[in-house]
C-alpha cells in the first residue's frame, strides 16, 4: 500500500499536467512543466507531490504567484484511490489496471468539470485499451479468453448504450414539447431531422463524451458492473447537481456529468454487485 499511495502521487502530478494541457489541445510532453505567470521552468525539487507545495507554501518559487489548492488535491486523490486498490485488491495485474483505470477516471472528471468536453484520448483511447487488456487478464487468471473479450465488448455496447439512449429520447421528448436549448451543434440552427446524420448524435445537454465514457467503464467492469455504474452516477449527479444549483444559483444550467460518473465508476470497484437495488 505505501508503494502504491507513492506511486499514485506521483501519477496524480502528471494527471495535473494532462487536465490542463490536453482541452487546450498542448503536448503533455513539452514544454516542461513550468509556471503559467512568469513561465520559469518548474526544478525537480520544486515538483515533488504535494511536499513541495506545502514547502513553498502554495506559492512559485520565482515570482510568487499562488498556486492552486486543486494541485494537490489531485495528487493526494489520486494516491489515496491507488493505495486503496492496492488493499482491494493485492498484488495482482487487477491492481495495476485498476489504478490506471482510477487515473483515466480522475483526469476525465476534472476536465469535464472544467470545460464540459471529455476528450476522446481518455474515453475511446481507454476503451481500446480495456478490450485488449482486460480480456487477457482474465485469461491469466483462467478465463477462456473470447469469453472475457465477449463480456467486454456487452459491457462497452451497455454502458454506452443505454446512455445513448437516455439522451436520445430526452433530447426528442424536449423537442417536442418546445424545448429551447443554449446551443446547437454543428453549423446553422436548425433541429436535426430523421435521415439527417446529426438526428442520431444530437444531445443538448449531455455530450457523447459521456456516452464514450461510459462504454470504456463496461469494457472493464462488465455488463452488470456498468448497470451499477449508471444507477450510482445517476444518483451521484442527482445530489451533485442540486448542490451545484443551490450554491451558485445556477438551476438548469449544463454541468460536466463525469465526476458523477467517476464517483459511481470507483464505488462498485469496493462493493458488491446490486449494492444500490439493495439499499433502494
Not at 510568487?64 to 488493499?87: H, K, M
Request: hydrophobic fraction near 55%; charged fraction near 10%; proline fraction near 7%.
Amino acid at each position: 500500500m505505501p508503494i502504491a499511495l507513492i506511486f499514485g502521487l506521483l501519477v496524480g502530478s502528471f494527471l495535473n499536467v494532462v487536465i490542463h494541457r490536453v482541452p487546450l489541445g498542448q503536448s503533455i510532453v513539452f514544454p516542461p512543466s513550468h509556471c503559467p505567470e512568469c513561465e520559469a521552468q518548474i526544478k525537480p525539487w520544486d515538483n515533488i507531490p504535494i511536499l513541495s507545495f506545502l514547502w513553498l507554501r502554495g506559492k512559485c518559487r520565482g515570482c510568487g504567484t499562488s498556486i492552486s489548492l486543486r494541485y494537490p488535491a489531485v495528487e493526494l486523490l489520486t494516491g489515496l484511490l491507488f493505495a486503496a486498490v492496492a488493499w482491494r485488491f493485492g498484488p495482482t495485474w487487477w491492481t495495476t489496471t485498476y489504478c490506471l483505470f482510477a487515473a483515466a477516471l480522475v483526469a476525465a472528471a476534472m476536465i469535464d468539470h472544467d470545460h464540459q468536453i471529455i476528450p476522446d484520448s481518455i474515453s475511446l483511447g481507454g476503451l481500446v485499451a480495456s478490450l485488449l487488456v482486460v480480456p487477457a487478464i482474465q485469461a491469466h487468471y483462467g478465463e477462456v479468453w473470447l469469453e472475457a473479450l465477449v463480456r467486454a465488448l456487452i459491457g462497452a455496447l451497455v454502458g454506452g448504450g443505454v446512455l445513448w439512449f437516455v439522451a436520445f429520447l430526452h433530447a426528442r421528448v424536449s423537442v417536442a414539447m418546445g424545448r429551447e436549448f443554449e446551443h446547437w451543434p454543428g453549423e446553422g440552427e436548425d433541429i436535426p431531422r430523421p435521415g439527417e446524420a446529426d438526428y442520431w448524435l444530437w444531445f443538448p445537454g449531455l455530450g457523447l463524451g459521456d456516452v464514450k465514457l461510459l462504454a470504456m467503464i463496461g469494457a472493464v467492469v462488465g455488463p452488470a458492473g456498468v448497470v451499477d455504474t449508471i444507477l450510482a452516477s445517476s444518483l451521484v449527479g442527482l445530489i451533485l447537481g442540486g448542490a451545484q444549483a443551490i450554491a451558485r444559483g445556477a438551476l438548469g444550467r449544463p454541468f460536466g456529468f463525469a465526476p458523477a460518473i467517476a464517483i459511481g465508476t470507483v464505488a462498485i470497484l469496493f462493493l458488491p454487485p446490486f449494492w444500490l437495488l439493495r439499499v433502494l
